[in-house]
């Protein structure tokens, strides 16, 4: 599958074992896309740089400003985690992908870099407005999720670059989101369609930060502009909900392949938008006695 | 600038504990824990199925934790602890005694072809070892990386909750 084998300690060693294999050299994660791939010859490698023993990479920090979460966490502890608040819908993504098996060993950032337009993760890192934080030899950069994805398994990094962690931005007004996965066969299959919604209330119940945003109906995952536009300053309620999933399916551009058709995904974007933006209203309702 | 640790004529030495015995190994990293387990260490109860991370039949608990064999590499196995099909029997006075899952897959018929059956059996310890309490749900969650086109699962399903409730101490 591969020739050679590196096994980091730094980000540093990361970037310069990377450097002298340019196109050649895949950085590996949790191994649960890359190893498929290799197997099956999608991708052949001359080299293979395993992440794993690098340190600080599957930390999570909290500052004052934000919440970063380390690239190499890997998605079963993720999605259990206690101390979650700020990230609860990230780490309910988490807990969406694939099956146990592939969640002990797959990581967060692996699931962002694998880039395909159905991750479940990634809806969630946009709704919280997640940047990724990647580093390189000029130094690091941070770039929003929503703009991170160049085409399906593309993302805008260059070759070499590493992806270490995500950073997620305190919001000081109340805040929910949720995460719905449409599939056939539960989590261990792919999402037909995966929606993601965020809401922030400031006084008065009056939206003040609007999200939402779209997996598996596009070449990317996408958010929905105009739904979003269409909250923002609105006070929540079952007609705007609904007006704003109507939105959110007319935003969405699917194809159809052998999950669903595109008529199929953009009815379904609908319904779990307005799934998506039902829990947040509710959950709103529970936390703000008005 | 680091170089690449498998530079033993592209091999490298790796040390896995599998069913509490130690191997070490001298091999290539682009070989995976399955082909390791079945081709180097001969032990072939765990199956080789789908080899895409999908079917579950190549199950095994690494550091406690439910792994699909066919894409961990071996250098993702370094230095841990395997526990495969074969070691989950243990020997008393002599005889072979099945573990309460091994006994509850046998009583509740929930084998037919068998060949999912050693991954089923791998997935169902983890989860319980995780949680003992598991319930239906639970365990269908759980075993939702395993699949099995002879049985239906319910039977898979009534297996491990029996086992539950034995390994719990209430049968």
Not at chain 1, 25 to 36: E, F, K, N, Q, R
Not at chain 2, 52 to 63: K, Y
Request: proline share 3%.
């Amino acid at each position: 599958m591969f020739r050679e084998y590196y096994v980091p300690k730094t980000t540093g060693q990361c970037l310069e074992a990377a450097k002298a294999y340019g196109d050649e050299a895949y950085y590996l994660a949790g191994g649960t896309d890359l190893v498929v791939k290799m197997r099956s010859g999608a991708v052949s490698p001359k080299a293979v740089i395993d992440l794993s023993g690098v340190d600080g990479l599957d930390k999570i920090i909290q500052t004052d400003t934000e919440m970063l979460i380390g690239a190499m966490c890997r998605l079963t502890p993720l999605s259990k985690l206690a101390q979650a608040k700020g990230i609860d819908v990230i780490c309910r993504a988490a807990g969406h992908v694939s099956s146990i098996q592939v969640r002990n060993m797959a990581t967060i950032g692996g699931n962002t870099c694998n880039a395909s337009p159905s991750a479940d993760t990634v809806p969630a890192l946009i709704v919280m407005d997640a940047q990724a934080v990647v580093a390189g030899f000029a130094g690091t950069r941070r770039i929003p999720l929503a703009d991170f994805f160049a085409g399906p398994g593309r993302t805008c990094m260059e070759k070499g670059e590493l992806l270490t962690a995500f950073a997620v931005p305190r919001e000081k007004d109340i805040t929910e989101a949720d995460y719905q996965k449409f599939s056939i066969r539960g989590d261990s299959d792919i999402a037909i369609i995966g929606a993601g919604a965020r809401i922030s209330v400031g006084s008065g119940g009056v939206i003040t930060k609007a999200r939402v945003a779209l997996g598996a109906v596009a070449a990317t995952p996408i958010r929905a502009y105009k739904a979003e536009e269409m909250l923002t300053g609105q006070k929540l309620s079952e007609e705007l909900v609904a007006e704003a999933a109507k939105a959110a399916a007319e935003e969405a551009r699917p194809i159809t392949d052998q999950r669903a058709t595109k008529q199929y995904r953009i009815k379904m974007v609908r319904i779990h938008t307005a799934m998506a933006l039902k829990n947040c209203m509710d959950r709103i309702a529970g936390n703000v006695r008005t | 600038m680091i170089g690449p640790v498998n530079d033993l004529l592209g091999k490298m030495q790796i040390h896995i504990q599998v069913n509490e015995r130690d191997y070490d190994l001298l091999v290539a990293p682009d070989r995976t824990l399955l082909d390791i387990l079945r081709n180097e260490l001969h032990m072939t109860g765990t199956k080789q199925g789908c080899d895409d991370a999908n079917c579950g039949a190549c199950t095994v608990i690494m550091d406690g934790k439910a792994v699909k064999s066919c894409i961990t590499l071996i250098t993702q196995a370094a230095g841990k602890s395997i526990q495969t099909i074969e070691g989950l029997s243990r020997f008393e006075d002599g005889k072979e005694k099945l573990h309460p899952i091994q006994q509850a897959f046998i009583e509740h018929g929930a084998i037919q072809c068998g060949f999912c059956t050693p991954g089923m059996i791998m997935a169902s310890k983890a989860l319980l070892d995780e949680s003992p309490d598991a319930d239906e749900e639970a365990i269908r969650e759980g075993l939702h990386g395993n699949m099995c086109r002879c049985t239906g699962y319910v039977n898979i399903v009534k297996a491990v909750e029996s086992a539950r409730d034995v390994l719990k101490g209430e049968k």
